[in-house]
């Protein structure tokens, strides 16, 4: 069975300053992807970047990149420059590429404040 | 403003009421998800539906009772629900195809008296 694990409950950052949340992974499957998801107090899960097993290159979204080790199954997410509208829970997931019954695997969440 | 619109947004009932959820997406999303999500803790998957057939569910009791009409509409029934299926019940729907990412809605925060 694949498990997600975010060892780190909180984190705090100081605005306009960089952070890394971690994330690790467990699985046997070669095909699968990797999600970072942001859910602020108004509830709502947002997509903050994914990332394909079988690509080298380590995604980005503006501000948002990750750091995709796969050999040691790896999944950091870097928030630079944050902004107080980062303060967020954000969760790490892994889907297999098996289609719309493939699972998403979260992790238990980390929740980020962010100092003004 | 998300794509995935869930009402009501708050629901308050009780043990003996029936009542239910919905949630719609006009993305064209063949595969709809319903979670069950606890304070401070990760979503827990419930219900998977793909193309309008009901393709997992996770042992969930059947005081649940999902429904998907139609391909843009997904509905979860109540009934006789315990205390503690309190909970943000999250809607969520994507293509389909596992690199697709599942987009949720804003959640039904049910409390049950």
């Known amino acids: 069975a694949q498990t997600v694990t975010q060892s780190q409950p909180e984190m705090s950052v100081q605005e306009a300053e960089t952070v890394t949340l971690s994330c690790t992974y467990d699985t046997s499957e070669s095909d699968y992807y990797l999600f970072w998801y942001k859910q602020p107090p108004s509830r709502q899960m947002i997509l903050v970047i994914r990332q394909e097993a079988y690509k080298q290159q380590n995604a980005t979204e503006n501000r948002f990149s990750v750091n995709f080790q796969k050999a040691a199954k790896s999944f950091s997410l870097k928030i630079s420059d944050s902004q107080l509208g980062d303060a967020a829970m954000y969760f790490c997931a892994y889907r297999r590429n098996t289609g719309a019954n493939s699972k998403l695997t979260f992790g238990k969440g980390i929740t980020l404040s962010v100092r003004p | ?113």
């Open chain 2, 1 to 113: 403003d998300t794509e995935v619109t869930q009402t009501p947004k708050h629901l308050v009932m009780g043990m003996t009421n029936k009542k239910s959820l919905k949630c719609e997406q006009h993305m064209g999303h063949r595969a709809m998800y319903w979670y069950k999500q606890k304070a401070k803790k990760p979503p827990e998957l419930m219900f998977v539906y793909s193309y309008e057939k009901l393709s997992i569910n996770e042992s969930v009791p059947s005081r649940f009772s999902p429904e998907c009409p139609n391909s843009s509409l997904l509905n979860l029934h109540l009934h006789a629900l315990q205390p503690e299926d309190s909970a943000l019940y999250l809607c969520a729907s994507s293509r389909g195809q596992g690199n697709q990412p599942q987009h949720f809605g804003d959640g039904t925060r049910l409390s049950i008296l």
